[in-house]
């Protein structure tokens, strides 16, 4: 599933999460359950839509989904950057 960020486009593998897949490619992502709890993987999605497999426990907005556990239902476009834009 191709995944657009603000940076890059990359397909997402499916035998990975949308977290697995940003940190794979180098993104700047938050996280510390793994698994819908604490909210901090959250991130905005711009375009697309995803679903869970359990309703995640952790507060979200309209627009936010949680990579850590999400289900990708169609390509998305998310507001995620790379790293090195953090360092620099
Ligand atoms: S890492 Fe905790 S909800 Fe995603």
């Given amino acids: 599933m191709q995944v657009i ?3 890059l486009i990359f397909q997402l593998d ?3 999460t949308l ?3 940003l940190e794979r490619t180098g993104h700047q992502v938050e996280y ?3 698994s819908g709890y604490c909210g901090s993987c959250r991130v905005t999605l711009r ?3 995803v679903d869970y497999e359990k309703p995640p426990l952790a507060y979200l907005r309209r627009d936010e989904i949680l990579p850590c556990c999400c289900r990708v239902l169609e390509p998305l476009v998310i507001k995620v950057q790379l790293k ?3 360092s620099a």
Wanted: net charge negative; with cysteine.
């Fill in 5 to 7: 960020t603000e940076d």
């Fill in 14 to 16: 499916e035998s990975e």
């Fill in 19 to 21: 977290l697995e897949g």
């Fill in 32 to 34: 510390q359950c793994r």
């Fill in 47 to 49: 375009a697309g839509s």
């Fill in 84 to 86: 090195s834009k953090y």
